[in-house]
């Protein structure tokens, strides 16, 4: 049976750059996922004109209709799934206008729970030695919590999805009411969202350790600080350098030791995601 890689907001970005690097590296089927047909086909487009063989199928992670379409096709054609990039996120501008209740609400909701909806789809698909990487950040370390008891309910090793999902609505209703950095959150719902990421996946991997399906692993990655819309272009790596580690996570080999289940710097050191330090700021 082919293999299969999926890509989720492939059309630009790290996205688009980590559907490049598979396409260049991994021998089976590429899927460029993004929300937009017009916008994806261009993208698979560019990659074609440089020899590669993306696959395209359109996929917005916050409707769940396209979330189930898009499993009943992988599970028609393929049957299964091999590789699962979570790439797509979200981030407002420091000097956007929303209320923050709302910026709260929409940046959880896009980060965390419509990720959290593509693996509840997508995980009973994943083959034997599949790799899933979450796309946190920098600011998914556990340290910018700065409330240390919140901290410590995050890193709980017995902690669940329903546990973690609650506290990621706990932040919003914070948000909502204005007493979010009083309560020990901090002031940036993206910080929030990916430290959620990074909780969600350790939850995950304590659940793929005791899947009958062998060797399913997933890591979280901070990819660097990448020359995209969402930095204003303002990082100094290219899509193809953020795009580095995330690929690497993707095509650990079958039986891999490590890392699994980890927070994973760009430059593929694994970090201690309660204590740090972290390799680099950024
Ligand atoms: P970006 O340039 O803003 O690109 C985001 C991609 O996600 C776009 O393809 C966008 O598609 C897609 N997207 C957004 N909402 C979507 C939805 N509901 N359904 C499907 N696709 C959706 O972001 P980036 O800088 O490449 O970041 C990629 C990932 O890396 C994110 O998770 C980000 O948080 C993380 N990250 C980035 C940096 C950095 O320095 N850039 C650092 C740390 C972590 P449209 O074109 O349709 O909007």
């Keep these: 049976m082919k293999k299969v890689a999926v890509v989720t907001g492939g059309n630009r970005g790290i996205g688009f750059g980590i559907v490049k690097g598979l396409c260049q590296k991994y021998d089976g089927a590429v899927y460029l996922t993004a929300r937009d047909v017009g916008r994806g086909q261009a993208a698979v487009a560019e990659l074609q004109k440089l020899g590669l063989k993306p696959n395209f199928h359109?996929?917005?992670?916050?409707?769940?209709?396209?979330?189930?379409?898009?499993?009943?096709?992988?599970?028609?054609?393929?049957?299964?799934?091999?590789?699962?990039?979570?790439?797509?996120?979200?981030?407002?501008?420091?000097?956007?206008?929303?209320?923050?209740?709302?910026?709260?609400?929409?940046?959880?909701?896009?980060?965390?729970?419509s990720l959290l909806n593509v693996c509840h789809a997508l995980f009973p698909?994943?083959?034997?030695?599949?790799?899933?990487?979450?796309?946190?950040?920098?600011?998914?370390?556990?340290?910018?919590?700065?409330?240390?008891?919140?901290?410590?309910?995050?890193?709980?090793?017995?902690?669940?999805?329903?546990?973690?999902?609650?506290?990621?609505?706990?932040?919003?209703?914070?948000?909502?009411?204005?007493?979010?950095?009083?309560?020990?959150w901090g002031n940036s719902a993206y910080a929030v969202s990916k430290v959620g990421v990074s909780a969600l996946s350790f939850i995950q991997q304590r659940a793929f350790d005791k899947d009958p399906r062998e060797d399913l692993v997933v890591n979280a990655v901070h990819p660097g600080y990448v020359d995209t819309e969402m930095t204003s272009h303002k990082g100094p790596l290219t899509i193809e350098q953020g795009a580095e580690a995330p690929v690497y996570l993707a095509l650990l080999p079958p039986g891999v030791k490590s890392p699994r289940g980890e927070y994973v710097w760009c430059n593929k050191e694994i970090t201690d995601w309660v204590k740090g330090p972290t390799p680099s700021e950024y």
């Design 125 to 184: 698909l994943l083959r034997p030695h599949a790799r899933v990487v979450n796309l946190s950040s920098s600011m998914g370390h556990l340290l910018k919590i700065p409330g240390e008891e919140l901290r410590g309910r995050l890193a709980d090793p017995n902690l669940t999805e329903e546990t973690l999902g609650a506290l990621m609505l706990e932040f919003v209703e914070a948000a909502k009411r204005g007493d979010h950095t009083k309560l020990g």
């Design 58 to 113: 359109q996929l917005d992670v916050d409707d769940q209709t396209s979330i189930d379409k898009f499993r009943d096709y992988l599970k028609e054609k393929y049957v299964g799934l091999d590789v699962l990039v979570n790439n797509v996120g979200i981030a407002y501008k420091h000097d956007a206008t929303e209320p923050f209740g709302e910026q709260a609400e929409n940046t959880i909701k896009t980060n965390y729970f």
